[in-house]
């Protein structure tokens, strides 16, 4: 996931205090793993003076209901991540997929799924909710296993006997 709706609403208001008047923007269809930062940059495209934070709350409060509070820390400890100071040269040394798994730690994985966890709980009966989380909850699991394999990898090789390994 890369997210970062601050970062973004900061280019945005540069943007317009330079003058500019019209962009294009071509992305994939990333919204399990980008979530709000589609819907920050889209209402501050139509009006860059909005808040970036009241946006964030209206799109949790307006998807989620009930399970807004769990759905917003979820996304604000990747946002928290996303933001870490690192070395590199190219986008803050995030130019390549072990690069970015390696922000994640034990605890913030478990962090994170918690948060889902809580959001299904909040939302009840609601299904209309309970699918908005899921659609969110699958897009993680793909990212998460990924970065649960590249914590794996860097786990056997730096096993150093073979027993060890086998028990990874």
Do not use: C
């Not at 998807?63 to 807004?68: N, V």
């Amino acid at each position: 996931p890369r997210y970062s709706p601050h970062r973004l609403a900061e280019d945005i208001w540069r943007m317009r205090d330079i003058g500019v008047k019209g962009i294009f923007a071509d992305d994939g269809p990333l919204w399990p793993t980008v979530g709000p930062s589609y819907y920050v940059v889209a209402k501050l495209w139509w009006d860059p003076d909005r808040d970036v934070d009241e946006l964030i709350e209206e799109f949790h409060t307006t998807l989620f209901g009930p399970a807004a509070a769990p759905m917003a820390r979820y996304w604000d400890r990747h946002e928290q991540l996303w933001l870490k100071k690192r070395p590199g040269k190219w986008f803050e040394g995030l130019g390549n997929m072990t690069t970015l798994a390696s922000m994640f730690s034990g605890a913030d994985l478990a962090y994170l799924d918690q948060q889902f966890v809580e959001a299904h709980e909040l939302a009840g009966a609601d299904e209309v909710i309970q699918q908005r989380i899921r659609f969110f909850e699958r897009g993680w699991e793909f990212a998460e296993h990924y970065i649960r394999e590249h914590h794996l990898l860097g786990q056997l090789q730096s096993a150093k006997a073979p027993q060890a390994a086998a028990e990874l």
